[in-house]
């Protein structure tokens, strides 16, 4: 028989997108879960998973098992609260947020969700909170909105360049635009909480320019304070600039992100939930507004 322990160790690899990773998340030893993918994949009478040096991925059957497995867990989680409190479940809000989200921005976004939420924050990367979501660990995630990414449970926030970043009194400051080459010579600084930082290294490497890296930080406060100390350059997103940068247009590099927050459908739509969440995203639309007049327009 299938047991909760089968779903959660199956869909622990599935997010994971290793053993060794997968077997941390849960807090069980590796050999432990190989056993309980072994027992799962001998009671649905399939292989699963693909299993080789590089890579885990699923099977075809394990694709069309991977909803069976999400709409299994969400339904052990409704069981666990079920006989508690309607208030105290509604109350409760895993909100899943990106490292690169302004904290300005997220204290207007949690003050807006506070009279209605109990809010507990998750910070991690776009797509380990996507996978979260998926299986029911969070509610909510801000992250940056994929092509065509709308619907009922999606609400767009805002959109915004992605620009170079120098201290205001750089050699460089006074131009409109420079080529990628002209910046072979400077020190970079390299934001590690960057969704753009592979696509950024990629294209200064075609363009012949491999720069000395004076920082590189999971912290975009320090890393943008060091830019204004003038130790460095570095790429963000619009929003997050700060007294003592300017912006500088790049020839070429044009990328954009636009931040959004994606609700569990499944959660969203509880009586208990959705008008509460409803007011809360009318605010927060107002907020997002307003940010992006001031601080996007005003930084691009």
Not at 86 to 109: D, F, N, T, W, Y
Not at 155 to 179: C, N, Q, W
Request: hydrophobic share 45%; charged share 25%.
């Amino acid at each position: 028989m299938i047991k909760r322990t089968h779903i959660r160790q199956f869909l622990a690899v599935v997010d994971a997108g290793s053993f060794t990773q997968a077997a941390l998340r849960i807090r069980v030893t590796q050999p432990a879960l190989s056993t309980g993918i072994a027992e799962l994949e001998k009671l649905v009478g399939t292989p699963l998973f693909i299993r080789n040096r590089r890579q885990i991925r699923l099977t075809e059957a394990g694709g069309r098992f991977l909803p069976i497995a999400r709409d299994l867990e969400r339904g052990f989680r409704a069981a666990d609260g079920f006989g508690r409190e309607a208030g105290h479940r509604a109350s409760e809000m895993k909100l899943g947020v990106i490292r690169s989200v302004p904290a300005e921005l997220l204290q207007a976004i949690a003050s807006a969700l506070r009279p209605g939420f109990a809010i507990e924050l998750i910070e991690s990367s776009d797509s380990e909170l996507r996978a979260a979501l998926g299986s029911g660990r969070i509610n909510m995630a801000l992250v940056p909105l994929r092509e065509g990414e709308r619907g009922g449970h999606v609400t767009p926030l805002y959109e915004e360049p992605v620009l170079m970043f120098m201290a205001s009194d750089h050699p460089l400051a006074g131009r409109i635009e420079v080529g990628p080459e002209e910046l072979a010579a400077e020190t970079m600084i390299a934001r590690r909480s960057c969704e753009f930082l592979d696509a950024t290294s990629r294209f200064f490497t075609r363009h012949g320019v491999r720069p000395r890296f004076a920082l590189r930080s999971e912290s975009d406060e320090r890393c943008l304070r060091m830019v204004a100390a003038g130790i460095g350059i570095t790429t963000a997103p619009a929003s997050l600039a700060i007294d003592g940068i300017v912006p500088l247009k790049v020839a070429g590099y044009d990328f954009r992100r636009e931040l959004g927050l994606i609700a569990d459908p499944a959660w969203a739509a509880l009586p208990e939930v959705a008008p509460q969440l409803a007011h809360a995203l009318e605010t927060i639309g107002a907020i997002a507004a307003e940010w992006r007049q001031t601080r996007v327009d005003a930084a691009a």
